[in-house]
């Protein structure tokens, strides 16, 4: 299975401050066809996941365009360019290429 | 708006059954793959199984495969899990999720397996 490694485990930021997430995958997650099928999760305490990135970059519906994600290969990355209070919670990144589809362990932003 | 209500959960004994359903709505749900993701206390997201529109194709991980089925009916917009053989560690919150990239989420359902 494809493992995705994501860093920091804990994020402490500021409002206002811009922060990365990394996601490194065990395998390449570009298929045959020229797509690359890894997207990008917030869970907000108590509240069920919602996609932020799908394919990569792409802004998901109605989500701030302070997110952004980038990355090929095996190597991804979604920034936040200025956090704000409701940006709280455990961010996880998803693979789809290979299967099984695979998640990240979580990246848990809090305020410093 | 886009509406997915999970419902069916419960506590069960290990070896036994459930069935959860997932009422859809404000989107044309025949045109659309669909999910469960379960996430088990305090831990990460595990994909359970996908359903293509037609409900022809089925994908599972090793976990689940021939303990799950997944299953839709298009003309009632609705979604199903089939959980047979339940273990402890399939213990967790089950959701149902809209689209190959997991676009829209339900709130989720718990299902708790212990004697």
């Known amino acids: 299975d494809v493992v995705l490694t994501q860093t920091p485990s804990t994020l402490s930021a500021t409002i206002g401050q811009s922060v990365s997430i990394s996601c490194r995958s065990s395998?390449?997650?570009?298929?045959?066809?020229?797509?690359?099928?890894l997207y990008w999760y917030l869970q907000r305490p108590g509240q069920s996941p919602q996609l932020l990135i799908y394919?990569?970059?792409n802004l998901g519906s109605g989500v701030p365009n302070r997110f952004s994600g980038s990355g090929s290969g095996t190597d991804f990355t979604l920034k936040i360019s200025g956090v704000e209070a409701e940006d709280l919670g455990v961010y996880y990144c998803m693979q789809a290429t290979h299967a099984p589809y695979t998640f990240g362990a979580g990246t848990k932003l809090e305020l410093k | 708006e886009v509406q997915l209500v999970e419902s069916g959960g419960g506590l069960v004994q290990p070896g036994r059954s459930l069935k959860l359903s997932c009422a859809a709505s404000?989107?044309?749900?025949?045109?659309?793959?669909m999910a469960w993701v379960r996430q088990a206390p305090k831990k990460g997201l595990e994909w359970v199984a996908t359903?293509?529109?037609?409900?022809?194709?089925?994908y599972y991980p090793d976990s689940v495969k021939g303990r799950f089925t997944i299953s839709r009916d298009n003309a009632k917009s609705s979604l199903y899990l089939q959980m047979n053989s339940l273990k402890s560690e399939d213990t967790a919150t089950y959701y149902c999720?809209?689209?190959?990239?997991?676009?829209?989420w339900g709130q989720g359902v718990m299902v708790t397996v212990s004697s």
């Open positions: 359903i293509s529109t037609s409900g022809s194709r089925t």
């Open positions: 404000g989107f044309t749900f025949s045109n659309y793959y």
């Open positions: 999720a809209s689209g190959g990239g997991f676009d829209y």
């Open positions: 395998q390449s997650l570009l298929d045959s066809a020229g797509n690359t099928y």
């Open positions: 394919l990569v970059s």
